[in-house]
């Protein structure tokens, strides 16, 4: 089984041993694992797959024509295709009768949708035809998601009705990538996903040999690297007005994160800025966040009010307009090594330090998910605010739960939420900080995260205290005595 895909490989053989024909569309960005996971699941059960390019749509049925065509004489069957066959005409080909059901694998099926009105309703047709055929599971598989979120309901209209189920491939956690280089320092595994995400295209091409200074020497900043252009070209095939994108998405880099911040800088209308900074939210190249300014406080139900701001979340893309773009100049004129030392190493630590939040924050997620935490856990958030005009306090990580309960008591609580017309109340609060920064993590620093939980106007029950090096002594027995702290040191 592929690493870290156990959950997707579940779904997509829950629909596989339905009764029935299914449809489902499997969506993710480019390099995420679509494929792996999809060669994963087929395994050994009879499938059909279709490649799909950029064409018109008579170029595409010439293709998928001549292979199906090439397929049935090797398999000696007898009926073949016309040289351009229709969508129907290729259907009529695949032969499912049998004791398991048959898959039919599209990707990248996009290519055929925008251009053709007639391939969903004639594929429907086909997965009705069961009788005739058989059972089949169609898989169409599509490296857009902006398009399958945003626009593909709006293009075949009534007949997403036929489709079963939505899948989209995120990317993969902290907790794989560290499977993935078991011989990483649990630093260097921090640094390789901040710079690389959860995109294990991109992790292959990191060495796990090599330091985090080598890795990106060699594979990044050096024109022999395989991600030498990789930012630049996956902002031009993912956008088409590169030139604003990244004008847009540089300033956000070097901080100016709020729609004011952006206008005076970009000198662009905010109602084009807002237009752009939507695309790129489609795309999940940058996330909208809630900043909370001291006076407005968290809400009682952990709810933050206040302005919104935006961060790149796209690891790599992040990388490139924060150390790459900016300094393009010095990148071209100076040794890899040379270029490092000037322009990485001082800020990479800081740079380094937000993603430590988000792996610490994937961590929670999973011991969550594992029941090993003390509490059963809402979906996380942060605060941030300002405490005087050049101060800023943070809680990294903030969750809302309810404790963990078992047998009567459970389905007592579960039946007192049925009866009130509502879901079970969330009332707890985890909190969490995480240093990355320093080698020991202090009492001070945990008396600076109980300040900034006061100043949030919070309540909180869970602390939890991630660091990449050790605890002083007087936090470690503070701990002791109070058993709603934990403390998480990163092997």
Excluded at 317 to 339: C, G, I, K
Aim: glycine share 6%; charged share 25%.
């Amino acid at each position: 089984m592929i690493l870290g895909r156990t959950q997707e490989l579940k779904e997509l053989n829950t629909f596989y041993q339905r009764d029935g024909s299914q449809i489902i569309v499997l969506y993710g960005e480019s390099g995420i694992g679509k494929s792996a996971v999809i060669a994963d699941f087929l395994g050994s059960k009879p499938f059909f797959l279709f490649q799909a390019r950029p064409a018109s749509e008579r170029e595409q049925l010439f293709h998928w024509g001549r292979e199906r065509n090439s397929s049935l004489e090797s398999s000696k069957l007898p009926k073949l295709l016309p040289e351009y066959p229709g969508y129907s005409d290729i259907f009529a080909t695949f032969t499912t009768k049998g004791k398991q059901k048959t898959v039919l694998v599209v990707d990248e099926f996009h290519l055929i949708v925008k251009n053709s009105p007639d391939f969903m309703p004639q594929l429907i047709d086909f997965v009705h035809d069961k009788w005739k055929r058989g059972e089949v599971l169609v898989i169409l598989v599509s490296s857009q998601p902006n398009w399958i979120e945003n626009n593909m309901i709006t293009k075949i209209g009534e007949q997403a009705y036929e489709i079963s189920a939505f899948m989209k491939i995120k990317e993969m956690t902290f907790s794989a990538l560290s499977l993935a280089f078991p011989d990483f320092a649990a630093r260097e595994r921090v640094e390789a996903y901040a710079i690389l995400g959860g995109n294990p295209s991109l992790w292959r091409h990191f060495g796990e040999k090599l330091s985090t200074k080598q890795n990106i020497c060699g594979n990044i900043l050096s024109a022999q690297g395989y991600l030498y252009r990789y930012g630049e070209e996956f902002v031009a095939e993912q956008l088409r007005e590169t030139g604003i994108y990244s004008t847009l998405l540089a300033a956000i880099a070097e901080g100016r994160n709020r729609l004011s911040e952006l206008h005076t800088h970009t000198g662009f209308s905010r109602a084009k800025i807002i237009v752009y900074l939507k695309n790129l939210i489609g795309l999940g190249i940058i996330e909208k966040l809630p900043s909370a300014e001291a006076t407005s406080g968290v809400a009682a139900s952990g709810e933050v009010k206040g302005k919104s701001s935006y961060r790149i979340s796209h690891h790599f893309v992040h990388f490139y307009f924060t150390y790459l773009y900016p300094n393009m100049s010095d990148w071209q004129r100076l040794e890899a090594a040379a270029f490092y030392d000037v322009h990485i190493i001082p800020t990479f630590k800081s740079y380094v330090a937000d993603y430590y939040r988000k792996a610490c924050a994937d961590r929670l997620a999973e011991w969550n998910l594992a029941g090993k935490l003390p509490l059963a856990l809402e979906p996380m958030d942060e605060w941030r605010g300002k405490i005087r005009a050049t101060s800023v306090t943070a809680i990294d990580i903030i969750a809302r739960g309810r404790n963990r309960v078992k047998g009567e008591k459970k389905k007592k609580i579960a039946l007192e939420a049925d009866d009130t017309g509502g879901g079970l109340v969330y009332d707890k609060t985890l909190a969490a900080l995480c240093n990355w920064e320093k080698p020991l993590m202090t009492y001070d620093d945990y008396e600076w995260l109980l300040f900034a939980i006061e100043k949030a106007k919070m309540t909180v029950d869970y602390i939890y205290l991630f660091s990449i090096g050790h605890f002083d002594e007087r936090l470690t027995i503070e701990a002791k005595v109070k058993k709603n702290i934990y403390l998480v040191k990163w092997e």
